[in-house]
């Protein structure tokens, strides 16, 4: 074995233009194989960030008709204890409690529908980062205040800034009438427009008084420490709550169209893929064929002085091996500092395809994934086609006609 790898490494090599552009066929494909699994896949994480992550939460706690009519009817009582059992879970990263319900918000002649959210001030930044890193002007909610945060652009919407009062009208608890005036504290810019246009945030406390709750919540949102156990997790607090009056969701049953774009568009990038591997496949089949054209006299003359046709296929396919090898390699390497780059600076869309992601409520940027199994898939897929190439030269020097290889034929 070590005489047969020498021999192919020392082939490779007597022929260096042929040997590069083989290699270089590998590493193109390899570099955009990875490149455009890792934006595709980056743009789901940012999705998903943006949504879950930033507000929703990936599991969440509620009344058990709550899902299918999200009224503010739909509560249920904010026990201190089930907190802390929801909090106990190894997986549970953060549960914080809320009240979230619809209002009218007005500012002299200007009104809009708004989501009204009642949050744990001191909680909702370990969930979503309301405070610090999304405050933009003002400052942010104390466990007792009155006052108000507004999104940035809903904000910009009604005219509203700090100090400045909104008029919030809605429907309180069993047909009460929710009405009163806050003053705005803070403008908060969320990452998702479609939240920031439409987002008012008041304490636990205030949103209780405004809908006429007592001690009551409409959900308990949690982020998780391992995402990929999401649905484990969600079994076990199922189990632990053991009341039939409050259901655990998951980020997928909360946000289904979210769900639906990612599975339609994973879909259709799957298909590309698809199409750019058979593209590949083609490439560096076409690469080898020149190479074994290139070396019929060569085989022919082995042959004549007494190689065997299996040992010198052996040489041959450890030499695509290499090859393989070698292109893949350097592929990885080389997409490694644009994955870096496209990680911590995300490529940010303009113009019409910049309006279409907004239109649709998402940010117009496309970060790329960092590495993870994808990374190695790609990889292993490509190298998989060089194997399926290498059935072109081992089949035909086994099949090698010795007196039609030395005239060239």
Do not use: C
């Not at 001191?122 to 007792?144: A, F, Y």
């Not at 070698?326 to 113009?351: E, K, N, Q, R, V």
């Amino acid at each position: 074995m070590k005489e047969i790898l020498k021999l192919a490494w020392r082939n490779l090599w007597r022929n260096r233009r042929r040997t590069l552009i083989t290699a270089a066929s590998i590493f193109f494909a390899i570099f955009f194989a990875i490149g455009m699994r890792s934006f595709q896949l980056g743009s789901y994480d940012h999705m998903i960030k943006q949504v879950i992550e930033a507000y929703t939460g990936y599991l969440q706690v509620q009344q058990s008709d709550y899902l299918d009519d999200p009224g503010i009817d739909n509560v249920f009582e904010a026990k201190p204890e089930l907190l802390k059992q929801l909090e106990g879970d190894p997986n549970v990263k953060v549960a914080v409690p809320r009240i979230e319900s619809f209002a009218l918000a007005s500012t002299g002649t200007l009104s809009k529908g708004v989501m009204v959210t009642g949050i744990a001030p001191d909680k909702e930044g370990k969930l979503s980062g309301l405070g610090r890193q999304k405050l933009i002007k003002g400052r942010n909610l104390g466990v007792d205040d009155t006052g108000i945060l507004l999104s940035e652009r809903l904000s910009k919407y009604l005219k509203a800034g700090i100090g400045d009062t909104v008029v919030l009208m809605g429907q309180g608890y069993h047909g009460a009438s929710a009405a009163d005036v806050f003053p705005v504290r803070g403008i908060v810019r969320l990452p998702s427009p479609d939240l920031d246009n439409k987002l008012i945030y008041m304490t636990i406390a205030t949103a209780s008084t405004f809908f006429g709750l007592s001690n009551q919540l409409t959900a308990i949102a949690i982020n998780l420490n391992n995402t990929d156990g999401m649905k484990r997790t969600q079994k076990r607090l199922t189990k632990l709550i053991n009341d039939n009056r409050l259901s655990v969701k998951n980020w997928e049953e909360l946000n289904p169209v979210l769900k639906q774009q990612i599975e339609e568009d994973n879909k259709s990038g799957q298909i590309f893929l698809a199409v750019l591997y058979l593209i590949i496949f083609f490439g560096i089949f076409g690469t080898v064929q020149m190479m074994i054209s290139e070396r019929q006299h060569e085989f022919g003359m082995m042959v004549a002085i007494g190689m065997k046709r299996k040992k010198l296929a052996e040489i041959i396919l450890v030499e695509m091996l290499m090859l393989g090898f070698l292109g893949a390699i350097s592929g990885m390497m080389a997409i490694i500092p644009f994955i870096l780059w496209g990680y911590y600076d995300p490529f940010t869309m303009t113009g019409e395809m910049a309006r279409m992601y907004t239109d649709i409520g998402f940010d117009p940027v496309m970060p790329m994934a960092w590495f993870d199994g994808y990374f190695f898939r790609q990889a292993g897929v490509v190298f998989l086609m060089v194997l399926l190439a290498s059935w072109l030269p081992v089949r035909s020097i086994l099949k090698l006609n010795v007196i039609k290889a030395l005239h060239g034929q």
